[in-house]
């Protein structure tokens, strides 16, 4: 009794390692640990991180056959959510009534939909929700944010808010969690209305919204692209309740605004109201939030005005952080560098590498305390990649992510695409379709009215006769937003299709003879990312 209240403690405290230690003590003090030894201990791991080693004290339990409870479970599947192993989950579920004879009850049937949540496993984490029910168990608050936290993480909005009416069908009570969660999906899929309305069934409920609920609601019309909408519920919020997310939530509702050419006269002037706001309340802006608002401000006065911005705020980042300076910072030999200019390090990036693998070869596996990247190029996809010369937070980080934030850096990419005629060499043109991107592990990318605005300029370079269907024309794309695989999906949704790209151009190429698959990889390569000359 003794030893177990000393391994609660460590338990409360994530002590895991003295947890562990007690344990091994009490064994050779002669004592025989109980099931509530091991149970604390388990606990004590999940707590501190230790996923394996709660696993394995489960595994010993049944070893030296101690009674595993409904407790031990519950304690493992957390452990399995830390790993990730959801089916792990589901077979100590399945266990404890096949060989225990035990009946999981609340706690453990929402520990397995968390593990299912973090593993995206929406269709599960739905199944043992509706399982409760046929097993008539209680489901409450946390039973249904389990399983609106999974089809919100795998982007299925739609099936997290069907959640949300049967839990307030139900009946469990929904708390401020769970509505932020509802309307965290609304954010995803943009639906303000929704939005608005859950905030209003807030309020009946007598809930007081947080600084999540605000966020998510502005974050919703900034999505939506109703950036008037997000503006009124930003001031009603009191100066107390905003955060840096509140402001760069905002600021994103003006950016998107300016890419669709809306009010650019409004725009700037509540950019500059906003950053006065900042500034009044003693926080320093980011470079996301800083550059968005120096962009919506130059979008109407002109790019150098924004630049003129940047180059001011970089004083009042410097008295943070005083140097830009990268000549200690050690690149791998294997790895090609570009160029090196204060503050900043230009890798040219081989195609079939992600980003993080290039910046573990060049800088190591701490990579992530050295330097940091604002702006991602597709596995797929060659080219210059510019890195911070500072972590996250830094002030070379920050200055290079206001410029990308304020569209000051322009990006020019080749590419060879396959198709129609699409127009003589020297014309130039542009695809503007809203592009909506779908997924957690493997993204994909599909143009949607529900998406967001997304535009690529292009000029063509150079044409090749390829056959009586199409031709060859290597392309110079320059992408004026940047979605994710947005060249790609444009030039596939004009029936130009890129080389070697497996994904958006291999259904195309079964209509009609095709040189995609010849190209042993994606014909796109970024050779130029920078400030306008």
């Given amino acids: 009794f003794c030893y177990n209240s000393a391994i609660s403690a460590?338990?409360?405290?994530?002590?895991?390692?003295?947890?562990?230690?007690l344990l091994d003590e009490l064994t050779s003090a002669e004592l025989v640990p109980t099931d509530t030894n091991y149970n604390s201990a388990i606990s004590a791991c999940v707590k501190g991180g230790q996923w394996g080693q709660a696993l394995s004290l489960l595994q010993e339990m049944m070893q030296i056959r101690l009674p595993c409870t409904a407790s031990s479970y519950s304690?493992?599947?957390?452990?399995?959510?830390?790993?990730?192993?959801?089916?792990?989950?589901?077979?100590?579920?399945?266990?404890?009534?096949?060989?225990?004879?035990?009946?999981?009850?609340?706690?453990?049937?929402?520990?397995?939909?968390?593990?299912?949540?973090?593993a995206t496993q929406w269709e599960a984490s739905l199944l043992l929700l509706a399982e409760m029910q046929n097993l008539r168990l209680s489901r409450d608050e946390y039973s249904f944010n389990a399983a609106m936290s999974a089809c919100e993480k795998s982007s299925r909005?739609?099936?997290?808010?069907s959640v949300f009416e049967t839990m307030m069908d139900s009946k469990a009570s929904p708390g401020l969690i769970t509505y932020n969660t509802a309307i965290g999906s609304c954010k995803r899929s943009g639906e303000w209305e929704r939005a608005l309305l859950l905030w209003q069934h807030i309020a009946a409920s007598a809930l007081v919204p947080d600084v999540i609920t605000y966020n998510c609601i502005i974050g919703t019309c900034q999505v939506a692209s109703q950036w008037e909408k997000a503006l009124h519920v930003f001031n009603l919020m009191n100066n107390q309740e905003k955060d840096g997310s509140t402001f760069t939530e905002l600021a994103l509702a003006f950016e998107r605004a300016k890419e669709r050419n809306l009010c650019h006269r409004r725009l700037w002037r509540f950019s500059l109201e906003l950053l006065s706001q900042v500034r009044h309340l003693h926080m320093v802006p980011d470079g996301t939030l800083f550059g968005s608002l120096a962009g919506a401000v130059g979008a109407a006065r002109g790019k150098e005005v924004a630049m003129s911005m940047l180059r001011e705020q970089l004083s009042w980042w410097r008295e943070m952080d005083e140097g830009m300076d990268d000549d200690n910072l050690v690149v791998a030999a294997e790895v090609d560098v570009v160029e090196r200019r204060p503050g900043v390090v230009v890798l040219n990036k081989p195609a079939g590498l992600s980003i993080e693998t290039l910046l573990q070869q060049a800088f190591g596996s701490t990579w992530a305390r050295k330097v940091q990247t604002v702006s991602r190029l597709d596995y797929?996809?060659?080219?210059?990649?510019?890195?911070?010369?500072?972590?996250?937070?830094?002030?070379?980080?920050?200055?290079?992510?206001?410029?990308?934030?304020?569209?000051?850096v322009q990006k020019e990419y080749l590419c060879l695409a396959e198709g129609p005629f699409l127009g003589e060499v020297g014309e130039v043109g542009r695809i503007t379709k809203p592009l909506r991107t779908t997924g957690v592990d493997s993204l994909r990318t599909e143009v949607?009215?529900?998406?967001?605005?997304?535009?690529?300029?292009?000029?063509?370079?150079?044409?090749?006769?390829?056959?009586?269907?199409?031709?060859?024309?290597?392309?110079?794309?320059m992408p004026e937003t940047g979605r994710t695989h947005q060249i790609r999906v444009h030039f596939a949704s004009i029936q130009q299709p890129l080389l070697g790209d497996e994904t958006y151009g291999a259904k195309l190429a079964l209509t009609t003879p095709s040189f995609y698959k010849r190209c042993p990889r994606l014909f796109l390569h970024c050779r130029r990312r920078g400030r306008e000359e």
């Avoid at 460590?10 to 230690?21: D, E, N, P, T």
């Fill in 380 to 408: 797929p996809t060659s080219g210059v990649v510019p890195v911070a010369a500072g972590p996250d937070g830094s002030l070379a980080c920050q200055w290079l992510q206001a410029q990308f934030s304020a569209k000051l």
């Fill in 157 to 161: 909005w739609d099936m997290a808010f």
């Fill in 448 to 477: 949607s009215d529900m998406g967001r605005f997304a535009s690529t300029g292009y000029k063509i370079l150079k044409r090749f006769k390829a056959s009586n269907h199409g031709e060859l024309k290597l392309v110079l794309a």
């Fill in 75 to 118: 304690a493992a599947m957390g452990a399995c959510e830390g790993a990730s192993q959801w089916q792990s989950a589901l077979e100590f579920l399945e266990t404890m009534v096949a060989k225990e004879q035990l009946q999981p009850d609340t706690i453990s049937w929402t520990a397995a939909m968390s593990t299912c949540s973090k």
């Fill in 10 to 21: 460590c338990a409360r405290s994530a002590q895991w390692h003295l947890s562990i230690s």
